[in-house]
């Protein structure tokens, strides 16, 4: 594991280190271990996520806006690292050897960078919508001929999957989704595990973010495909599997931050 030096002002300060594929099982890892651990309170937390995502899915198929589950529910990974926020606390703590309980999860309200945190929340919120505006301006584009309300889901499946259109708006969502999460991956990965660490500020946090990626391209790359193939797997039982997922890789996320970053 290298280091790549950094420039000047504090947050530059941080060595970055150059890591490998295999250091990412490591951390997920420790990740399970954390969880393991805190199994019972973080299972608790996590099981928000899971519901949230429940009631989405519900509400669209009761309001009839079929074609928005899939932007909706792959676009909350989006907001993955802001809910991952209190499991970095939690991982933290127990590094000091401090006793945890999921009530520690929102001790970050009380953190020094927890405005730092809530203004990249925003943006990460931001680039939520921005997902949606596009996922429903590809649908109309292709398949839904302006009209994205009121779809059964036979007639959205058989649209889907069983038209060249359908297979075009599959190839191009994938394609931004992909650019959507590959954005959020670079200026999130490091910087919310950072801000919870230390108070640098947002523009630092993201910077620190960018850099820590830049450096490693492969491995973080990896890493958001592990992310995104977890996260996949824990929706696909009726999103019970994210109340392990979620807290997993949350912790997993905090000991890929430790590993890749060493603060002055």
Known sequence: MGTVTGVSSDYAE?????IRVADLRDVLRQGMRDYASNRSDVLFLCL???????????????????PLI????????LLGPVVAVGLYHVSWRREQGLETHWRDAFQVFRLPG?????????????????????AITLYQSTVGSGAIWFMS????????FGTPRGWLLIGAGNLLGLMFAGVVLSISV???PLLVDRDVGPVDAVLTSLRAV???PLPMAVWGLMVSGLLLLGALPFFVGLAVAMPVLGHATWHLYRRVITLP
């Open 114 to 134: 927890i405005g730092s945190i809530a203004v990249l929340a925003v943006l990460l919120a931001t680039l939520f919508m921005a997902w949606l505006a596009v």
């Open 153 to 160: 889901p036979g007639e959205f499946l058989a649209e889907v």
């Open 190 to 192: 490091i910087s919310f």
């Open 48 to 66: 928000i996520y899971p519901l949230l995502m429940y009631t989405v899915v519900r509400l669209a198929f009761g309001y009839g806006v079929i």
């Open 14 to 18: 941080a060595k970055i280190h150059k």
């Open 214 to 216: 830049a450096a490693n």
């Open 70 to 77: 899939f932007p909706i529910v792959s676009g909350c990974a």
